[in-house]
């Protein structure tokens, strides 16, 4: 029982420390974001930044416990970190900058591919390269099928959200590629209901394919 505790204790402050270092990483990468990104017209209002930052923070300790001595787990966290400001950029702007895309995918694959230093983790990376090139493509033919639904800055997003959920299995992906579609027909819903009386609005797309993302990381292992 004793150890039972102290492990339960361990994996509390394990969690802190994570939630405490996305506190901080978060308005960092705001603040680098609005030097890269100028157009975004510079820092949001602090209101937003509090909450990025607070979503932030748990988002990070939720992949910290959910990981805890997976090699994987930094590459999730920044998956937590930049995910949070990508959905946060296209709610408020529409728009899924290709920058910030790339990095999320590049940098995801690079420290998932450091993965192996530690373990036989190739099956896992290479499942995970196979699983973004496929979710790609899918959107890709889903935008040319109909362009007026998706985007293609979702279809680069569909990459590296591809790329994290093979990481964790084909059956993530499928699973986490079915919540994206349906938490975006649920928001499309919404929105239309919303403003019913005035003229329709774009949805953000985004955020629902990397809440699904998170969600099915989480849940799903």
């Not at 949001?44 to 992949?63: M, N, Y």
């Not at 999320?104 to 450091?114: D, E, H, K, Q, S």
């Not at 889903?142 to 985007?151: E, H, N, V």
């Amino acid at each position: 029982m004793i150890f039972l505790g102290n492990a339960g204790s361990a994996g509390t402050l394990f969690a802190a420390g994570f939630g405490l270092l996305g506190l901080i990483l978060s308005p960092l990468t705001e603040w680098v974001i609005a030097r890269l990104l100028p157009r975004l017209d510079g820092l949001p209002s602090l209101r937003v930044r509090i909450t990025t930052a607070a979503i932030t923070s748990v988002v990070c300790a939720a992949f910290a416990l959910r990981f805890w001595s997976d090699p994987g787990l930094p590459a999730f966290l920044l998956l937590a970190v930049l995910g949070v400001q990508l959905a946060r950029i296209d709610i408020s702007f529409h728009l899924l900058p290709n920058r910030l895309v790339l990095f999320l995918l590049l940098g995801g694959f690079t420290l998932l591919l450091a993965t192996v230093i530690v373990g036989p983790q190739w099956p896992n990376v290479l499942r995970a390269v196979a699983a973004g090139a496929t979710l790609f493509v899918i959107y890709l033919i889903l935008a040319i099928i109909s362009p007026g639904g998706i985007g293609m800055g979702d279809v680069k997003l569909a990459a590296p959200v591809g790329l994290y959920l093979g990481y964790l299995g084909w059956n993530q992906l499928l699973y986490g590629g079915l919540l994206g579609f349906i938490l975006g027909g649920i928001a499309s819903s919404l929105m239309l209901r919303w403003h019913r009386k005035e003229r329709p609005v774009e949805v953000a797309y985004g955020p629902s394919m990397l809440t699904a993302a998170v969600a099915v990381s989480l849940l799903w292992g």
